[in-house]
């Protein structure tokens, strides 16, 4: 995707955000930060902060939000022809290119994003980004009566391999998740008959 300008700066600070963020809790842990240290680590105001993030949680968790959303824009841009799956799939390898992380940073947030003060915002993040896959999915279907519903069923089904994907290429360390998603998806298929 070809961006302005201001659109590349918006999207450096946020991730400056995110990183001073990451990097501060992993130094001095999630109940000690603040949205000041965080906004003085990124060296900018309390008040740009706020223009990026409602809260330190959503600035630590933005690596999980990015990603989604980047996963259900790349859904989207897939030919119509395809199948869901193959869509999914074509994305799914797409997206694994552009998340290229440091390892380092990678361990961090992994563990940081598990700490029970982040619970119901990372709750928040995958409710936002099932609806927002639910609704690319339901431009995939068929139109009929139930198509909302299972495009509803479909996409809690696909974010909840993603995530578990994701979680098992961690503790891995594995980097072909588009290998992994492909068996997840197998096994969700199988499960379902």
């Known amino acids: 995707m070809t961006t302005g300008l201001r659109e590349r700066k918006k999207a450096a600070t946020r991730q400056s955000l995110h990183d001073a963020a990451v990097r501060l809790a992993a130094e001095h842990g999630v109940e000690s930060l603040t949205v000041e240290a965080i906004a003085d680590a990124a060296t900018v105001s309390r008040r740009t902060f706020s223009n990026y993030f409602a809260s330190k949680e959503q600035a630590l968790l933005h690596h999980d939000r990015a990603r989604t959303v980047r996963?259900?824009?790349?859904?989207?841009?897939?030919?119509?022809?395809?199948?869901?799956?193959?869509?999914?799939?074509?994305?799914?390898?797409?997206?694994?290119?552009?998340?290229?992380?440091?390892?380092?940073?990678?361990?961090?947030?992994?563990?940081?994003?598990?700490?029970?003060?982040?619970l119901p915002e990372l709750v928040a993040t995958y409710a936002a980004a099932e609806r927002d896959l639910a609704?690319?999915?339901?431009?995939?279907?068929?139109?009929?009566?139930?198509?909302?519903?299972?495009?509803?069923?479909?996409?809690?089904?696909?974010?909840?391999?993603?995530?578990?994907?994701?979680?098992?290429?961690?503790?891995?360390?594995?980097?072909?998740?588009?290998?992994?998603?492909?068996?997840?998806?197998?096994?969700?298929?199988e499960g379902f008959r």
């Not at 609704?135 to 299972?150: H, K, N, Q, S």
């Not at 391999?161 to 197998?186: I, K, N, P, S």
């Open 135 to 189: 609704v690319a999915v339901e431009e995939r279907l068929p139109a009929g009566p139930d198509t909302p519903l299972r495009a509803q069923v479909l996409a809690a089904t696909l974010l909840a391999a993603f995530r578990v994907v994701g979680q098992t290429a961690l503790e891995r360390r594995e980097h072909d998740v588009v290998d992994l998603l492909r068996q997840a998806l197998a096994i969700t298929h």
């Open 71 to 118: 996963l259900v824009e790349l859904i989207r841009a897939r030919p119509a022809r395809e199948s869901l799956m193959a869509a999914v799939i074509g994305a799914a390898e797409r997206h694994a290119t552009q998340f290229a992380d440091d390892p380092e940073q990678e361990e961090r947030y992994r563990t940081l994003r598990l700490h029970p003060a982040l």
